[in-house]
């Protein structure tokens, strides 16, 4: 009798298979053979389905981590809803989470340069990378301002790139130093970040 394990689309259990090498191998040492080994598949069954292992990659952070691209193209949709302080202050706290699982999937990739340049060659053929949620929450800043959220002079790109950096920074930091103190919430974290960013980009008189 087969079982319910067996039964699962061979997709999935692919997927499955490379979150858990990821997680325990990390990118630079899984290769496809093993992912497919780990999934019960032939390496041909596996390229049926994905054509690379940077899309395997890609589908493992789209699909089992923190959903911080589709917060944020659901903000750039609707960018006016529930207000800037309160937008953030999600992107933040989805940031976080997201850095703190993905970093160490892809760390291993910098000790390899010619590995880690392949990589990326292949995430940017898939139109991803490590670039998207930067763009799309600097579009959504952008448009924020053009409707009078934030001070004219705001700039989208530096305000993107001071809020998650200061989350991808925040996941570097407490996994690398056990020495340090024990940090504050994730909640508390994104709340204090937004609102000290926030004081240079609120307008004096309007509302957020």
């Given amino acids: 009798m087969p079982t319910p394990e067996s039964t699962r689309p061979t997709r999935e259990r692919i997927v499955d298979a ?29 390229y049926k389905h994905y054509r690379s292992k940077e899309e395997i990659f890609v589908r493992v952070l789209r699909d089992r981590l923190p959903r911080l691209n589709p917060l944020l193209d659901e903000l750039g949709r609707d960018p006016g ?15 976080v989470r997201f850095y703190r699982q993905s970093l160490p999937l892809a760390a291993s990739l910098f000790a390899e340069p010619a590995l880690k340049k392949r990589h990326f060659e292949g995430v940017r053929e898939l139109g991803q990378g490590p670039h998207i949620p930067l763009v799309a929450l600097a579009r959504y800043l952008r448009a924020e301002r053009d409707r009078g959220a934030l001070r004219p002079d705001t700039d989208p790109d530096a ?19 056990e020495g340090m103190p024990p940090p504050r919430s994730t909640e508390e974290f994104a709340a204090d970040l937004v609102r000290t960013l926030l004081h240079g980009l609120l307008p004096d008189t309007g509302p957020s």
């Fill in 18 to 46: 490379a979150e858990h090498l990821l997680r325990t191998a990390g990118l630079a040492r899984t290769t496809t053979k093993e992912i497919a080994r780990e999934a019960g598949c032939s390496e041909a069954a596996l």
């Fill in 81 to 95: 809803t529930l207000g800037v302080a309160h937008n953030l202050t999600r992107v933040a706290e989805h940031a």
């Fill in 159 to 177: 305000a993107a790139a001071l809020l998650l950096g200061a989350c991808s920074q925040r996941a570097f930091v407490y996994d690398a130093d």
